[in-house]
């Protein structure tokens, strides 16, 4: 990476970039022989909540906000499914038709649909009863149609179920989320079937780029169609928070061995963000039905905490980060978005800037970042576009 100055302007100007450029390269070649002892910022903190992991961020900026025991492996329940759903986006038509049999039926005492042997449903259709009602009828009928993709016949519905989740490891890798594995596509408890809060998010975070995810996990109620039902397959969604409009969208799970699991996202004014909570806890009530909404609770006061632990500065705005947009201008650069920058209300007073630039390039191409740190660690980074194309001589 380079800093560079224009040679075709104004001597006033050109004096003034190459005094930058000097200033700018001595502390360039210094932060260079220095980078591998750069630290990240540490997230804060979560407050008390009840759940055994928790983990916050904001996917848009990609700062970190809260984590405790974000990396420890537990049991996700139904978040699961969002492994599920990206790999059958991925693998499988979403109009395709898919016959519903009686090996993708499930006990009572499980989230289901309620489909019918003997049905038809579209892929779409059935990833909506995976992912509003956390249906795992639904969820074993599309692992055992992609599955089967995989498998030259004959073929029983299990081994076609077992080959979709060998797919989500492999999914799982392939996105970084390093402390999951699978051992069912539903996320009932089995043995050594874990996700970290981190890899959540990291899932998530890919899922909600997802136009036909991101609009299902986002639907507070909908009617499936079907052809052996005429009034269909009513479905409400298990989350809370976006029943009462608090989220934009997410994930709910609960199981004996997992506790409360929730996923969620919500705006924070321009910017996403994404919190997860694993191991709420669940009680009982007095007539022995299963009370799992203190992983509602958590997240409310995440959120919470969200609000009041940082400040959200746009740093395009002149004097909201001292110089900044004069050095931007000097450069013949801009931020690429108005994404806004999450700051510790705590250490607003201590953020401090990096500029990096690449050789100049095509206007609105990418040329380099801007680097936030508070103190001497590095909070997150906002990429750089070119304002237009310097002449040199």
Request: hydrophobic share 45%; glycine share 6%.
């Given at each position: 990476?380079?800093?560079?100055v224009?040679?075709?302007?104004?001597?006033?100007?050109?004096?003034?970039?190459?005094?930058?450029?000097?200033?700018?390269?001595?502390?360039?070649?210094?932060?260079?022989?220095?980078?591998?002892?750069?630290?990240?910022?540490?997230?804060?903190?979560?407050?008390?909540?009840?759940a055994?992991?928790?983990?916050?961020?904001?996917?848009?900026?990609?700062?970190?906000?809260?984590?405790?025991?974000?990396?420890?492996?537990?049991?996700?329940?139904?978040?699961?499914?969002?492994?599920?759903?990206?790999?059958?986006?991925?693998?499988?038509k979403?109009?395709?038709?898919?016959?519903?049999?009686?090996?993708?039926?499930?006990?009572?005492?499980?989230?289901?649909?309620?489909?019918?042997?003997?049905?038809?449903?579209t892929?779409?259709?059935?990833?909506?009863?995976?992912?509003?009602?956390?249906?795992?009828?639904?969820?074993?009928?599309?692992?055992?149609?992609?599955?089967?993709?995989?498998l030259?016949?004959?073929?029983?519905?299990?081994?076609?179920?077992?080959?979709?989740?060998?797919?989500?490891?492999?999914?799982?890798?392939?996105?970084?989320?390093?402390?999951?594995?699978?051992?069912?596509?539903?996320?009932?408890?089995?043995?050594?079937?874990?996700?970290?809060?981190?890899?959540?998010?990291?899932?998530?975070?890919?899922?909600?780029?997802?136009?036909?995810?991101?609009?299902?996990?986002?639907?507070?109620?909908?009617?499936?169609?079907?052809?052996?039902?005429?009034?269909g397959?009513?479905?409400?969604?298990?989350?809370?928070?976006?029943?009462?409009?608090?989220?934009?969208?997410?994930?709910?799970g609960?199981?004996?061995?997992?506790?409360?699991?929730?996923?969620?996202?919500?705006?924070?004014?321009?910017?996403?963000?994404?919190?997860?909570?694993?191991?709420s806890?669940?009680?009982?009530?007095?007539?022995?039905?299963?009370?799992?909404?203190?992983?509602?609770?958590?997240?409310?006061?995440l959120?919470?905490?969200?609000?009041?632990?940082?400040?959200?500065?746009?740093?395009?705005?002149?004097g909201?980060?001292?110089?900044?947009?004069?050095?931007?201008?000097?450069w013949?650069?801009?931020?690429?978005?108005?994404?806004?920058?999450?700051?510790?209300?705590?250490?607003?007073?201590?953020?401090?800037?990096?500029?990096?630039?690449?050789?100049?390039?095509?206007?609105?191409?990418?040329?380099?970042?801007?680097?936030?740190?508070?103190?001497?660690?590095?909070?997150?980074?906002?990429?750089?576009?070119?304002?237009?194309?310097?002449?040199?001589?």
């Amino acid at each position: 990476m380079h800093f560079r100055v224009n040679c075709a302007r104004s001597w006033p100007i050109l004096a003034f970039r190459a005094l930058l450029l000097c200033i700018l390269l001595v502390s360039f070649t210094f932060n260079v022989a220095a980078a591998a002892e750069i630290a990240r910022f540490e997230p804060l903190d979560p407050p008390s909540t009840t759940a055994k992991a928790v983990y916050v961020t904001d996917a848009t900026s990609g700062t970190e906000l809260f984590a405790r025991d974000a990396d420890t492996p537990l049991p996700p329940a139904s978040l699961t499914k969002l492994v599920a759903a990206l790999v059958v986006v991925e693998r499988a038509k979403i109009d395709d038709k898919v016959e519903i049999v009686q090996e993708d039926l499930v006990d009572s005492e499980e989230s289901q649909v309620g489909l019918v042997a003997g049905d038809m449903l579209t892929v779409h259709d059935l990833l909506i009863g995976m992912l509003v009602p956390s249906g795992n009828d639904a969820t074993l009928a599309l692992a055992r149609h992609v599955g089967a993709q995989t498998l030259s016949e004959p073929f029983t519905p299990a081994q076609a179920v077992a080959a979709f989740v060998s797919l989500m490891n492999d999914k799982a890798k392939d996105l970084g989320a390093t402390a999951s594995h699978f051992a069912n596509p539903t996320g009932i408890d089995a043995d050594g079937h874990v996700m970290s809060a981190r890899d959540v998010a990291t899932v998530a975070e890919v899922a909600l780029q997802d136009p036909v995810i991101a609009e299902i996990i986002s639907t507070p109620s909908a009617v499936i169609p079907s052809e052996k039902r005429p009034e269909g397959y009513g479905v409400t969604t298990t989350n809370l928070l976006l029943q009462e409009g608090v989220v934009q969208g997410g994930k709910t799970g609960s199981t004996p061995k997992a506790g409360g699991c929730l996923v969620t996202a919500f705006t924070m004014e321009k910017n996403e963000v994404i919190t997860v909570v694993l191991g709420s806890d669940i009680s009982e009530s007095a007539d022995g039905a299963q009370v799992n909404s203190a992983r509602f609770d958590d997240t409310r006061t995440l959120i919470e905490a969200v609000r009041s632990d940082y400040l959200w500065m746009n740093p395009a705005e002149p004097g909201v980060i001292a110089g900044l947009t004069d050095e931007l201008a000097v450069w013949d650069v801009a931020f690429t978005t108005g994404d806004l920058l999450p700051v510790p209300a705590a250490s607003a007073s201590q953020i401090h800037y990096r500029v990096i630039l690449s050789p100049p390039g095509n206007p609105q191409s990418e040329v380099g970042e801007v680097e936030f740190y508070v103190g001497d660690r590095l909070l997150s980074g906002l990429p750089t576009f070119q304002l237009e194309t310097p002449s040199s001589t």
